[in-house]
């Protein structure tokens, strides 16, 4: 049964992953024979909260649940404080079917969803800045 809109934000990482949920900055540690190689990179639960935020101000109706998914593709770990926390390939999917969320008015997802594919279709360009920038970095 759907329960609302799900924001994902993916990653694709090799190594370990390491931070604590609320932490500005992760780790990406990547072991190879006797040399490691450590990388910060933002939290993604705090990326996809501002994601999230801007789903709700196109949806304009609290009344829609929203709710927010971190994935890590490839071959990687996941550190202790952010087991449960965040979802490795496959397990998405249980994430997303064991979500609980208040019952809803189904009309209220369809509104909201029309909104965001119209919004979505109104701000191709930016979303095309976005791709440029990312593939930049």
């Not at 024979?33 to 709700?56: D, L």
């Not at 079917?97 to 369809?110: E, H, I, K, Q, R």
């Amino acid at each position: 049964m759907p329960w609302g809109i799900a924001v994902v934000e993916t990653k694709n990482f090799r190594g370990v992953i390491v931070g604590k949920p609320h932490d500005q900055h992760w780790t990406q540690v990547i072991t190879s024979g006797s040399r490691k190689t450590t990388k910060r990179f933002y939290n993604p639960i705090k990326q996809n909260r501002r994601r999230e935020s801007a789903v709700r101000q196109v949806v304009a109706d609290e009344t829609v649940v929203i709710g927010g998914f971190v994935v890590f593709t490839g071959d990687v770990l996941i550190g202790d404080a952010l087991r449960g926390v965040v979802c490795i390939d496959n397990t998405i999917i249980q994430s997303v079917s064991n979500y609980s969320a208040p019952m809803f008015n189904s009309g209220s997802l369809d509104s909201a969803w029309k909104r965001l594919v119209e919004n979505n279709a109104q701000n191709a360009g930016r979303r095309d800045e976005h791709l440029a920038f990312v593939v930049k970095k």
